[in-house]
């Protein structure tokens, strides 16, 4: 069935606006798709894409292909492992303490980022807080130093083989932990749209850039887990990738894991891959509250500008019904926001006007529900982490 503004207005009729939404359908197939394209290799399901436990159980739970978790706070870690969730990796460092202290409680320790020495003492005072023995990652940099150009993200310190031994000396030197894993994500290919509608001629210096970027990212990668076998150290897993580069990621034989999530609800800033389309299946919904003048609507709200570098590529996108446009001087707005609309879908007062975030799971900061749709219709309202933890 099309999904139209009539398919999700009827699905949603007599709900209260604002709301977030995820079409169950969709998803999986988006998950599906995934899968598919991790061409055989797991996927971690990086949490940060999704933060809402109903959506992650469910995923796990129904699609072969998908096992552990990638968490990015550490709260969130000690309550999904709470929730009898295993296999959850730290993606960022934790610094914190008594968060740290959290993360090493037996029986089930979480695995933890580190990328220096220092990390490694602070994860080996936790865990000898509770006699424990606590798996670290190593989190490799994958960006690349170009001339004038820094193509990646300001990350890891770890960049060599050296760097990388110096640290598992390091953890090797220190009581109750170990070297468990290495994680290697290349930014500048799976998060770097190669077709945006909003980059013009710049595309096609981002795919030059990430054609030639493939090879030296899968060759410093390889070399800092070779580098790491031939020091003895036996890796439990090595993860790599993201939504935008599973096809590219796959291929490096050094990646026993992938990690992805956006494109489970696929997000308006996966529009601009060329090599993929998934479906979108998360969206919020706002209602007309104002009519200023003809062909003008004013919506309620709808002011959820996605983290990053700020731009038009970080606002909500109109989705439903086709042909609505933003004002490019107003843009949303945090209590209203103005559109151009001048197509057939009647939009009275209190009608609802649909979105997309331009991001995944930070539309669940904004809501502490979300509407759960099947077949056209609402079958369940789950919290989001914010309604389920404040």
């Known amino acids: 069935m099309p999904r139209d503004h009539a ?25 599906t798709a995934l899968v598919r394209r991790a061409g055989g290799k797991p996927i971690r399901l990086a949490t940060k894409s999704v933060r809402c436990v109903s959506l992650i159980r469910r995923v796990l739970e129904t699609v072969p292909g998908f096992q552990g978790l990638m968490c990015y ?40 980022m580190v990328d220096c020495a220092e990390h490694v003492e602070l994860a080996a005072r936790a865990a000898q807080r509770h006699g424990a023995r606590v798996p670290l990652c190593l989190d490799v940099d994958l960006s690349l130093d170009l001339p004038g150009l820094w193509f990646g993200v300001y990350r890891s310190p770890v960049r060599t083989p050296e760097d990388a031994l110096k640290v598992a000396r390091a953890i090797a030197a220190s009581e109750g932990v170990f070297l468990a894993g290495v994680m290697g994500y290349e930014a500048q290919l799976a998060g770097v749209p190669d077709a945006s509608p909003f980059a013009g001629m710049k595309n096609l210096a981002v795919r030059a850039l990430q054609r030639g970027a493939v090879r030296a990212v899968h060759a410093r990668r390889a070399a800092i887990v070779r580098a790491l076998a031939d ?3 036996s890796l439990s897993f090595v993860n790599g990738g993201g939504t935008g580069s599973l096809e590219s990621t796959r291929a490096d034989a050094s990646v026993t894991e992938l990690a992805a999530g956006s494109g489970l609800f696929s997000p308006a800033l996966f529009d601009g891959y060329r090599m993929f389309r998934h479906q979108p299946a998360a969206a919020f919904a706002i209602p007309v509250t104002r009519r200023p003048a003809p062909g003008i609507f004013t919506l309620q709200g709808g002011g959820f500008v996605a983290s990053g570098a700020a731009g038009p590529d970080k606002l909500p996108r109109p989705y439903l019904p086709e042909g609505v446009r933003l004002f490019p001087l107003e843009g949303v707005g945090e209590v209203q926001t103005p559109i151009a609309y001048e197509g057939p879908v009647p939009l009275p007062l209190g009608a609802p006007v649909f979105f997309r975030h331009a991001k995944a799971g930070e539309l669940c900061e904004h809501f502490r529900t979300l509407l759960l749709l099947s077949e056209g219709r609402v079958v369940e309202e789950v919290p989001t982490y914010r309604g389920e933890w404040g």
């Open 73 to 112: 706070r550490p709260d969130e870690a000690v309550r999904l492992r709470e929730r009898g969730l295993t296999n959850l990796l730290m993606g960022y460092p934790v610094v914190d303490p008594e968060a740290l202290a959290e993360l090493c409680r037996p029986p089930s320790p979480v695995t933890l």
């Open 231 to 233: 020091a003895g150290v």
């Open 7 to 31: 398919y999700y207005a009827k699905a949603l009729e007599g709900r209260r606006l604002p709301l977030a939404f995820v079409d169950l359908d969709l998803l999986k197939d988006n998950a």
